[in-house]
C-alpha cells in the first residue's frame, strides 16, 4: 500500500514498540505524539480509538488499526523479507506468540496500578500501597522473562524478531518504578542490544527519550 501512514502516540508509552517497528520495515510514515492534558489531543484520540488508547495506526486510505499486537504483526506481514516474526502454524510461531502475549498482558497490566493507582479505587491514602503492590506483581513478570530469556543472541534465536522490539519497550520503564535493571542481566542484555539498533535510536530520538 502506497502512501503515508499516520501513528498516534504517546511520548515514552508503549506505543513506542509501533514506533520503533515501523523504522524498523522503512514505510513511509508520520508521527503525531499527542499531550494527554490537552484537550484536542485527547479529542483526536477518542475520534480514532473509543477506547482512547495508543498506539493507533492510520493507513494511507484512512483505514484505522488499533493494539499494539495487531499492528506490529501487520507491519512485520508488511515486509516478510525481514523475517520479524515467524511462520504462522509452526511452533517457532506459537512460542513467538507466547513471548507477545506474556507481554502484552502480565507485563504491561502489571505497571497499570503504579501509573493510575486511582483507577483501582484505594482508600484515602492508600495508593502508595496500591503502587507498592504493584512493583512486586512487576518483578514477578520480569523475574518470569528473566529465567525464561537466553544466554546469547536474541528472545528467538539468532535473529532480532518482534519480541526483541516488544521488550524493550517495557524494560526501560522498570527504572521509571524504581526497580534496578541490573536483577535481570539477561534481559538487560536484550534490551540493550534493541536500544542500540538504528531503528530504535530515531524513534527515540523522535520521541525525546534520552535514557
Known amino acids: 500500500m502506497g502512501g503515508m501512514y ?55 486510505d484512512g483505514t484505522v488499526l488499533t493494539q499494539n499486537l495487531a499492528i506490529l504483526l501487520h507491519l512485520a506481514g508488511e515486509a516478510r523479507e525481514r523475517k520479524l516474526f515467524p511462520k504462522a502454524g509452526t511452533l517457532e510461531h506459537a512460542r513467538a506468540m507466547e513471548w507477545m502475549a506474556l507481554l502484552a498482558t502480565n507485563v504491561h497490566t502489571a505497571f497499570t496500578p503504579f501509573f493510575r493507582p486511582g483507577s483501582f479505587h484505594p482508600e484515602e491514602g492508600e495508593e502508595q500501597k496500591v503502587r507498592e503492590a504493584a512493583v512486586q506483581r512487576i518483578e514477578q513478570a520480569f523475574q518470569v522473562m528473566e529465567d525464561r530469556a537466553p544466554e546469547s543472541g536474541w528472545f528467538l534465536g539468532e535473529d532480532f524478531s518482534l519480541v526483541d522490539l516488544y521488550h524493550f519497550v517495557f524494560f526501560r520503564w522498570l527504572r521509571v518504578v524504581g526497580i534496578d535493571e541490573a536483577r535481570f542481566p539477561k534481559l538487560r542484555r536484550l534490551a540493550d542490544a534493541t536500544r542500540a539498533r538504528e531503528a530504535t535510536q530515531r524513534a527515540l530520538a523522535r520521541e525525546n527519550i534520552r535514557r
Do not use: Q, W
Not at 26 to 54: C, H, I, Q, W, Y
Open 6 to 60: 499516520k501513528l498516534y502516540a504517546l511520548r515514552g508509552s508503549c506505543s513506542l514498540a509501533s514506533h520503533i517497528m515501523l523504522e524498523e520495515v522503512g514505510l513511509p510514515f508520520e508521527v503525531v505524539l499527542l499531550d494527554p492534558n490537552k484537550e484536542e489531543d485527547r479529542r483526536t484520540l477518542a475520534s480514532k480509538n473509543p477506547m482512547r488508547l495508543v498506539p493507533v495506526l492510520e493507513f494511507p
